[in-house]
């Protein structure tokens, strides 16, 4: 099967920095390519601006023209829309986080981008169980097939070093923005005895005080390094992640594949085992801060604990989240629709 994987036209594919999608898509282009399947992407990057994928999306039929395919898959709605409007089939799988956050006039557009590109598509991959019954609330008319597939997770480029663990090292992983609400973290980690390190991009230094001021166990690293960032994962202790807007969280997958507990708000429902791989903290926010406080002590005074943890969230890392499991899930869906040599 030759299989065109679609880029968004914003950041190379692998990505060079940041872009979390183009990670995503490089890690499910070399999994297919393990199962036998021959893979192409399609992507062309112009300023890395989010607003190049309108650009990329126009010229997408002439980068199209002449390739031979079997299945196109769309992963952002720009660029899924523009292949419905050219009569192209497609699968197309949502990442946005405007299924459940839109408080600017841009977040209401992107909606109604993603809704439009889940009707248009001629199948569609949810990637946990509360987005596909999201789809299916919100989006008028008969849906095409939803199948609820992940991502993956790299076992072997997140694993735990478990010498060097301390017992009082939290970890946060994602851009320094409010809505993943690490002010929330901040505060919830004073009087733990640990310390939280929050590696990603910092696109606001007014918002970077907010944290810093939230909690003196806080530290901001910025963007780092792949090597960097896989250091931080095998030598931390568990994971906080208070984001409530996100669909499936790539940082969370590795953090069960690195073996750390996960305590986190609303975005952690479908990844987590309560009490087996870490814990939901319900709202509203000053809740979230006492229940991820609680459970931090919790793992920071009970080595044992931590430990029994981390190896279930390894395990559920391994035989869940599987890049071949995933990847043969993706077949399953191709060749429910593939066209051959379109």
Same mark, same amino acid.
């Given at each position: 099967?030759?299989?065109?994987?679609?880029?968004?036209?914003?950041?190379?594919?692998?990505?060079?920095?940041?872009?979390?999608?183009?990670?995503?898509?490089?890690?499910?282009?070399?999994?297919?390519?393990?199962?036998?399947?021959?893979?192409?992407?399609?992507? /062309?990057?112009?300023?890395?601006?989010?607003?190049?994928?309108?650009?990329?999306?126009?010229?997408?039929?002439?980068?199209?023209?002449?390739?031979?395919?079997?299945?196109?898959?769309?992963?952002?709605?720009?660029?899924?829309?523009?292949?419905?409007?050219?009569?192209?089939?497609?699968?197309?799988?949502?990442?946005?986080?405007? %299924?459940?956050?839109?408080?600017?006039?841009? $977040?209401?557009?992107?909606? %109604?981008?993603?809704?439009?590109?889940?009707?248009?598509?001629?199948?569609?991959?949810?990637?946990?169980?509360?987005?596909?019954?999201?789809?299916?609330?919100?989006?008028?008319?008969?849906?095409?097939?939803?199948?609820?597939?992940?991502?993956?997770?790299?076992?072997?480029?997140?694993?735990?070093? %478990?010498?060097?663990?301390?017992?009082?090292?939290?970890?946060?992983?994602?851009?320094?923005?409010?809505?993943?609400?690490?002010?929330?973290?901040?505060?919830?980690?004073?009087?733990?005895?640990?310390?939280?390190?929050?590696?990603?991009?910092?696109?606001?230094?007014?918002?970077?005080?907010?944290? /810093?001021?939230?909690?003196?166990?806080?530290?901001?690293?910025?963007?780092?390094?792949?090597?960097?960032?896989?250091?931080?994962?095998?030598?931390?202790?568990?994971?906080?992640?208070?984001?409530?807007?996100?669909?499936?969280?790539?940082?969370?997958?590795?953090?069960?594949?690195?073996?750390?507990?996960?305590?986190?708000?609303?975005?952690? /429902?479908?990844?987590?085992?309560?009490?087996?791989?870490?814990?939901?903290?319900?709202?509203?926010?000053?809740?979230?801060?006492?229940?991820?406080?609680?459970?931090?002590?919790?793992?920071?005074?009970?080595?044992?604990? /931590?430990?029994?943890?981390?190896?279930?969230?390894?395990?559920?890392?391994?035989?869940?989240?599987?890049?071949?499991?995933?990847?043969?899930? $993706?077949?399953?869906?191709?060749?429910?629709?593939?066209?051959?040599?379109?």
């Amino acid at each position: 099967m030759r299989i065109l994987l679609i880029g968004g036209g914003v950041h190379p594919i692998p990505p060079t920095g940041y872009g979390a999608i183009e990670r995503i898509l490089t890690d499910l282009r070399g999994a297919l390519e393990a199962a036998g399947q021959e893979v192409v992407v399609v992507n /062309r990057v112009r300023g890395r601006r989010m607003r190049d994928e309108y650009p990329f999306a126009w010229e997408l039929p002439r980068l199209l023209r002449g390739e031979r395919y079997d299945v196109l898959h769309a992963h952002t709605p720009v660029v899924a829309n523009r292949l419905s409007w050219g009569n192209y089939p497609f699968v197309y799988t949502s990442h946005s986080r405007h %299924w459940y956050y839109r408080d600017r006039l841009s $977040h209401r557009w992107g909606y %109604w981008l993603e809704r439009r590109a889940v009707r248009r598509a001629t199948a569609v991959v949810a990637l946990t169980p509360t987005l596909a019954d999201t789809m299916h609330a919100n989006v008028r008319g008969p849906l095409p097939p939803v199948s609820v597939v992940p991502f993956g997770v790299d076992g072997q480029r997140f694993a735990p070093a %478990w010498e060097r663990r301390t017992g009082r090292r939290a970890l946060g992983v994602g851009v320094v923005a409010p809505f993943k609400r690490w002010h929330l973290a901040a505060a919830a980690i004073e009087g733990t005895g640990a310390r939280l390190r929050i590696a990603g991009p910092i696109p606001s230094r007014e918002y970077a005080e907010t944290v /810093r001021r939230a909690g003196s166990g806080v530290e901001l690293l910025g963007e780092v390094p792949e090597a960097e960032l896989e250091r931080l994962f095998a030598e931390s202790d568990f994971l906080l992640h208070p984001s409530s807007v996100e669909v499936l969280s790539a940082t969370v997958l590795e953090a069960l594949a690195a073996g750390l507990p996960v305590v986190g708000g609303a975005a952690v /429902r479908d990844v987590v085992d309560e009490g087996v791989t870490g814990w939901t903290v319900p709202e509203p926010p000053g809740a979230l801060v006492e229940g991820m406080r609680s459970h931090a002590r919790a793992l920071v005074a009970d080595d044992a604990l /931590r430990r029994r943890m981390g190896d279930a969230a390894r395990r559920v890392a391994e035989e869940r989240y599987s890049w071949d499991r995933v990847a043969a899930q $993706h077949l399953a869906v191709y060749r429910s629709v593939a066209v051959p040599g379109a």
